[in-house]
């Protein structure tokens, strides 16, 4: 009897051990491939935002301060009509991405989700222009820190968070309305109240996502459904790549210091 019991508690504890060293390292992809795309994110709009400025006043078209011009090139994507083809494609390139990626390969899903990590910095560049380099390094580092702690505890927390999602999404909705609706009215008050929402979203979101990515594997990983795994790394990459890049708007909005 006593061999009996042995041998399925055995089998039970190996099959344990791998499914818990393959979600450390699917987490670890998870967390590795979103600071790929953070990092395209940075080059891309510090580039595209050397390309669209310059401190030579007989190379530029237009001053945005005492130091700093436009050129050309800075006209056609902040001063032009194609402004808000730059400040919406990320969002249209989400939800289609969303949409199709049952129908990509892993390959082509992590090769999507770099281009789209490149348009969004097209899309930020502008924030080199409108506030100083010391700011968005103090509030990148403010964001870094908390995304940390945030997805820390949504990862160990045994508290069941799923309720979370239909709230947050709902919020999430309200926010692209909001933001929609006060380029137009301009409106200081509404954009404070939009980003002090939207940092306690996206600071939610965080917690929400990384327990639902969590929860993902487990339910896949024992199901032996390892063909959706990899895409599954790749949506969760993105998501938590998006708390991140929205909790960091928002708070430079709050406490950047602007040129």
């Known amino acids: 009897m006593a061999e009996f019991n042995?041998?399925?508690?055995?089998?039970?504890?190996?099959?344990?051990?791998?499914?818990?060293?393959?979600?450390?390292?699917?987490?670890?992809?998870v967390y590795g491939t979103m600071s790929v795309g953070m990092l395209i994110t940075a080059l891309a709009a510090w580039a595209i935002s050397g390309l669209a400025t310059t401190t030579d006043?007989?190379?530029?078209?237009?001053?945005?301060?005492?130091?700093?011009?436009?050129?050309?090139?800075?006209?056609?994507?902040?001063?032009?009509?194609?402004k808000w083809l730059i400040m919406f494609a990320p969002l249209i390139v989400v939800f289609g991405f969303s949409a199709m990626v049952n129908r990509m390969s892993a390959a082509t899903a992590q090769t999507v989700f770099y281009g789209f990590a490149a348009l969004m910095g097209l899309s930020l560049s502008s924030i080199?222009?409108?506030?100083?380099?010391?700011?968005?390094?103090?509030?990148?580092?403010i964001t870094a820190i908390a995304f940390a702690g945030l997805s820390l505890w949504g990862y160990t927390t045994k508290k069941d968070i799923s309720a979370w999602g239909s709230f947050l999404i709902m919020g999430v909705i309200g926010l692209i309305v909001a933001s929609i609706v006060n380029l137009f009215l301009q409106s200081p008050a509404m954009m404070y109240a939009i980003s002090m929402i939207g940092v306690l979203i996206f600071a939610g979101l965080t917690a929400y996502d990384t327990q639902r990515i969590k929860s993902?594997?487990?339910?896949?990983?024992?199901?032996?459904?390892?063909?959706?795994?990899?895409?599954?790394?790749?949506?969760?990459?993105?998501?938590?790549y998006l708390d991140f890049i929205n909790m960091f708007i928002f708070l430079l909005q709050l406490f950047g210091n602007r040129n």
């Open 128 to 141: 080199f222009i409108v506030f100083t380099a010391m700011s968005i390094t103090q509030v990148f580092l």
């Open 57 to 82: 006043p007989s190379a530029a078209v237009a001053q945005v301060s005492e130091t700093m011009y436009l050129t050309q090139f800075g006209m056609t994507i902040y001063a032009s009509p194609l």
């Open 216 to 240: 993902t594997y487990l339910q896949m990983a024992h199901a032996g459904d390892r063909e959706w795994l990899g895409k599954a790394a790749i949506m969760g990459s993105l998501n938590l």
């Open 6 to 29: 042995t041998i399925p508690r055995s089998g039970v504890g190996v099959r344990t051990a791998e499914i818990d060293a393959g979600l450390r390292a699917h987490m670890n992809k």
